[in-house]
């Protein structure tokens, strides 16, 4: 894992760096020098190193949908010090999907209730906090063969509509589903889309997303360990049959779990 490091505060960096879309990186800097931190004029919280107690932490993300190069800016005392990523497309694979032609194209009477619930998860994923909730690494939610991988266009029914927002565990309805890591239940029901799901707010502005599952293990509110069982694999919401989806939410951008858990990990 590549880590990016604020030693000269106040000068502004050249090095070329890049972050692939759909990807993160993980900036670190002296614990005295953390300051104002905003990416692209966004404000994110600086968090303590996990490990490293004289040091702080942050996540860069790139959006899938990415182009434009991405400006970090720390400010401390009234003096800035800038860090340039440049986005590295990436050029991710197309897969056709056959679902039933109301997840496609929903009926208007269901389209207070999709936006609703867009609404109420955009709402937490807007909430950064400053800590973590864990102190070990991450593991993947099952062992289980991937089925889809995070990126991929998908082609519902001979229409683009979305790219995969996450990666999908082959599972029959009924396998146990693993919290990825330590963190606080913050969605746990069923959603047109996602069907039953289950979102864990990690700390730092990190979310991990478990979706389609058959049964819910945990209620809003809950405190979860790694490992924990949080519910049953199934085939509920917009499926072609039973699986496991696995997302990763970084500071309000959908990432690839695959290079998160890489990265993430690498601080351990």
């Known amino acids: ?3 990016i490091l604020f030693l000269l505060l106040f000068f502004s960096f050249s090095f070329g760096a890049s972050i692939t879309n759909g990807e993160i990186e993980i900036i670190t800097i002296e614990s ?3 300051g104002n931190l905003s990416v ?3 404000k994110l919280p600086w968090i303590p190193h996990p490990t490293q ?3 702080k932490i942050a996540f860069i993300p790139a959006g899938y949908y990415d182009t434009k190069g991405i400006t970090v800016t720390n400010s401390l005392n009234g003096v800035s010090g800038n860090f340039e990523f440049d986005i590295a497309k990436k050029n991710y694979k197309k ?3 056959t679902v039933d032609n109301a997840k496609v194209n929903p009926p208007k009477s269901v389209l207070k209730r999709i936006a609703k619930e867009k609404n109420e998860a955009n709402a937490i994923y807007r909430v950064f ?3 973590l909730y864990f102190d070990s690494k991450f593991m993947a ?3 289980s063969f991937v089925t889809s991988e995070f990126g991929t266009a998908r082609v519902f029914n001979n229409q683009v509509k979305s790219y995969h927002s996450g990666m999908d565990f082959r599972a029959p309805i009924g396998q146990n589903v693993l919290a990825a890591n330590d963190g606080i239940v913050k969605i746990a029901k069923d959603r047109y889309y996602a069907g039953n799901g289950v979102v864990i707010d990690h700390g730092g502005g990190i979310y991990t997303q478990y979706y389609h599952l058959s049964n819910l293990n945990v209620k809003v509110g809950d405190k979860v360990k790694k490992g924990d ?4 694999s199934g085939n509920s919401g917009r499926v072609s049959g039973p699986h496991l989806h696995f997302g990763v939410m970084v500071s309000g951008v959908q990432v690839s779990p695959v290079d998160f858990i890489e990265k993430i990990n690498g601080l351990f």
Do not use: H
Not at 229 to 232: A, D, K, M, S, Y
């Open 40 to 42: 692209n004029d966004k």
């Open 1 to 3: 894992m590549r880590k």
């Open 141 to 143: 939610p099952m062992n």
């Open 95 to 97: 897969e056709k999907i």
């Open 129 to 131: 906090g400053d800590n």
């Open 32 to 34: 005295q020098y953390a």
């Open 229 to 232: 069982i949080i519910g049953l």
């Open 53 to 55: 107690k004289n040091q």
